[in-house]
C-alpha cells in the first residue's frame, strides 16, 4: 500500500513496509542499549510528526525514572522537568483509563485553556507545537510509562489515519514496555538527569550540598584541563580557599531554605566569580540547588547542587546573528556582548573594536536593556542558558564580517 496525505497535510506511509521495519526496531530495542530512540526516531520521519516522546514514573520513589524522545531540545527537557511538570494537566485524564487509551488535549483540555495555560504558551508554542495526544504503555504496582504525538499548529491534532496507523504498533509497544519494564523502574545508576547533563554543551558540575562531587559532564571535563580555578580532589569539588568558603555557606543557606519549605529555586540562583589574583583569569559559576521533590528525584534521592560554569577558553561560541533576532541587538551590540562573553574587559572591547571606552560602556547599558539584564554577571548567564543552536559561530568569523 502506497502512502497518502491525511486530512491534516501530514504525509502516512501505511505500507506493510513501514510496520514490519517499526516493529522490528521496537523488538531490536529489547537488546539495543541505544533503546527506544532509533524507533521513535523512525516513527517521527515516516507519520510526519513534529514531536514523539515518551516517559516513565517509578511509583514506589515517586520519580522519572525514564526519558525519551525524538526532537526534542534538552533545553526543553530541563524546562519541563525544572517548571512546567508542576502545571501539568494532561497526564491527569489518563489516571485512570487502561492501556492503549487515547486522551487528545483538545478535547479533555479545550481550546480555550490551551490558549492561556502557561504549558502551552510558554513551553509548547515557542517550540512551535500546540497538540497532543497521550495514552499509556504500560500501568502497573512498579511503573506508569506514557506515550505521546505532538503537532504543530498548522498539522493541528492528530488525524484519524496517523492515529489509526499508530493503534496498530501499540500492541506491540506495550509487550516490549512490559518485556523491559526494568528499563523504566528508577534506578540511581541511570538517572534521568544525569542524561540531561550529558547532552548540555555547557560545562555543568553535579555536587552535594558539602561539595562532594556527584557527576561530571563532558564540557566540564574539558573545562577542568584548561583552568585551575576550579579542580576535583579526592571526589570533592575545590576552589581557592575564598570562594570555596562562600559556596559552602550558600549550599547550607538554600539547604535550610529547603527544610523550611523557603526555597524558591528561581529566586535561589547564585553567581560566583572566581578570580585569579596571579593572572586575573576569571571562571563565572552559576548554580542552584536541586530539592528531590522538585525534581521528581531525576537526579537522585538526596539535594544536590547544580553548578553551570563559563569560562572563555572552554565556552561555546555565541551566533551573533541569532543574538540579534532573540534580542534585536545591533551589530556593533553584538560584537561587544560576545566579546564580554569571552572574558574582556569594557577597556579591552574598546582597544579590540577602536572604540572609545564611553561608548562601549553606553552600548553595554543599552545591551541590558535589551536583554532585561543589570549587571554582566546576569548577560553571561543569560547568554550560557541560550539554547544549543544559538552556540555555533565564532567570535573570530564575526569580526571577519
Known amino acids: 500500500m502506497k502512502s497518502v496525505r491525511t486530512s491534516n497535510d501530514i504525509q502516512v506511509n501505511f505500507s506493510d513496509e513501514s510496520i514490519n521495519q517499526l516493529t522490528e526496531l521496537l523488538y531490536q530495542s529489547l537488546e539495543d542499549e541505544t533503546g527506544w530512540e532509533p524507533f521513535l526516531l523512525h516513527l517521527s520521519k515516516v507519520l510526519g510528526i513534529k514531536v514523539i516522546h515518551m516517559i516513565a514514573q517509578d511509583k514506589s520513589n515517586h520519580a522519572i525514572s525514564f526519558s525519551e524522545h525524538a526532537n526534542v531540545s534538552v533545553e526543553s527537557e530541563f524546562a519541563y522537568l525544572h517548571k512546567y511538570q508542576f502545571v501539568e494537566l494532561r497526564l491527569q485524564h489518563l489516571t485512570d483509563k487502561l492501556p492503549g487509551y487515547w486522551v487528545h488535549d483538545y478535547e479533555t483540555v479545550g481550546e480555550e485553556v490551551m490558549a492561556k495555560h502557561p504549558i502551552y504558551q510558554e513551553f509548547l508554542a515557542p517550540a512551535d507545537v500546540k497538540y497532543s495526544s497521550i495514552c499509556k504503555l504500560v500501568d502497573d504496582e512498579r511503573a506508569v510509562v506514557y506515550f505521546g504525538v505532538f503537532t504543530s499548529p498548522m498539522q493541528g491534532p492528530i488525524s484519524k489515519e496517523c492515529l489509526n496507523f499508530l493503534n496498530k504498533l501499540l500492541p506491540h509497544m506495550c509487550r516490549v514496555c512490559r518485556l523491559s519494564i526494568q528499563n523504566f523502574i528508577y534506578s540511581t545508576q541511570a538517572l534521568v538527569g544525569h542524561t540531561l547533563v550529558n547532552k548540555l ?95 521528581m528525584r531525576a537526579y537522585g534521592l538526596r539535594p544536590l547542587v547544580m553548578l553551570f560554569f563559563y569560562h572563555p577558553e572552554s565556552a561555546p561560541k555565541v551566533d551573533a546573528s541569532l543574538l540579534s533576532a532573540a534580542f534585536g541587538l545591533t551589530p556593533a551590540e553584538c560584537r561587544i556582548a560576545i566579546l564580554l562573553a569571552e572574558g574582556f574587559a569594557q577597556k579591552e572591547i574598546a582597544q579590540r573594536l577602536g572604540l572609545k571606552h564611553d561608548t562601549v560602556r553606553k552600548q553595554l547599558q543599552i545591551i541590558y536593556q535589551k536583554t532585561s539584564t543589570n549587571q554582566q554577571s546576569e548577560l553571561i548567564r543569560l547568554m550560557l542558558h541560550l539554547p544549543s543552536n544559538f552556540l555555533q559561530k565564532s567570535a573570530k568569523n564575526l569580526n571577519a564580517d
Open 201 to 295: 554543551r555547557q560545562p555543568v558540575i553535579l555536587t552535594s550540598v558539602h561539595g562532594e562531587v556527584m557527576h561530571v559532564n563532558e564540557s566540564a571535563k574539558q573545562m577542568l584541563k584548561v583552568t585551575d580555578l576550579v579542580s576535583i580532589k579526592e571526589g570533592r569539588l575545590q576552589m581557592p580557599p575564598k570562594y570555596q568558603q562562600i559556596y559552602l555557606n550558600e549550599c547550607e543557606v538554600m539547604e535550610i531554605a529547603i527544610k523550611t519549605s523557603s526555597f524558591d529555586e528561581t529566586s535561589n540562583f547564585k553567581t560566583l566569580q572566581i578570580s585569579s589574583s596571579i593572572d586575573h583569569k576569571t571562571l563565572y559559576a552559576f548554580y542552584t540547588m536541586l530539592p528531590p521533590q522538585r525534581v
